[in-house]
């Protein structure tokens, strides 16, 4: 059974620390891990990684994939208040709908 | 821009009643879904459609049914509402399966009394 872990479940900052979130997965037919950020209403798109060790980038926000060992970081840096979610961590494996796997989601709160 | 919207954002209902959760995407997406999303849980597929008068069960179907009469509207259906189908419930759409990438309604979260 495909499986993906999301550690911590939820972490408390302060405003301007860097956090980093790892996703871990077990899964056959690896296709691409997803990053998603939610906040009180829909989860929005952050990252698709495909390729291990190639940065994805977006502002403050930064994420890798290591298909060797078989997880991907979400790094945060200069964290902000609007930072506070839950981000949820996804992969791929075999193309059908039903081969999307969420772990549970990273709650995070950054306090001022 | 891409929109995915759910009708209801909150509803209260009681057990037994029958409960419809409507999705309307305008992005021409071929595909659509419905997850469930609990605390410590996480989200679970209870449906999918990748096309018109199409649907597939996702892992927990029991409980529901859904109806995609056309392409940009994909219904969730609760027969007979029970306390645990309490929870929120996610439509989303994509444009293909194979990259997993989904855009999101804003969710419906559901009590049933």
């Known amino acids: 059974e495909d499986k993906v872990v999301q550690s911590p479940l939820s972490l408390v900052v302060h405003e301007g620390d860097t956090v980093t979130l790892n996703c871990s997965y077990e899964?056959?037919?690896?296709?691409?891990l997803l990053w998603y950020k939610q906040e009180k209403k829909a989860p929005t798109f952050l990252f698709m990684l495909?390729?291990?060790?190639i940065e994805k980038k977006s502002g403050r926000l930064s994420s890798i994939l290591d298909k060797k060992e078989l997880f991907s970081i979400l790094n945060i840096t200069a964290t902000q208040t609007g930072d506070s979610a839950i981000y949820l961590c996804?992969?791929?494996?075999?193309?059908?709908?039903?081969?999307?796997?969420f772990g549970k989601g990273t709650h995070l709160i950054i306090q001022p | 821009d891409v929109k995915v919207t759910q009708s209801s954002r909150y509803l209260v209902k009681r057990t037994g009643e029958k409960v419809f959760l409507e999705c309307v995407q305008d992005?021409?997406?071929?595909?659509m879904f419905w997850y469930r999303q609990d605390p410590g849980l996480g989200l679970r597929l209870i449906y999918f459609?990748?096309?018109?008068?199409?649907?597939e069960k996702g892992d927990i179907p029991e409980g529901y049914s859904v109806s995609r009469e056309k392409k940009e509207r994909f219904s969730l259906i609760l027969e007979s509402a029970s306390t645990n189908q309490t929870s929120m419930y996610l439509c989303?759409?994509?444009?293909?399966?194979?990259?997993?990438?989904?855009?999101f309604g804003e969710g419906s979260r559901l009590t049933v009394l």
């Open positions: 989303a759409s994509s444009v293909s399966l194979d990259t997993g990438e989904l855009f």
């Open positions: 899964v056959t037919n690896f296709r691409s």
């Open positions: 495909t390729s291990s060790g």
């Open positions: 996804a992969v791929n494996a075999g193309g059908g709908a039903d081969g999307l796997t």
């Open positions: 992005m021409d997406h071929e595909n």
């Open positions: 459609s990748y096309d018109v008068k199409m649907k």
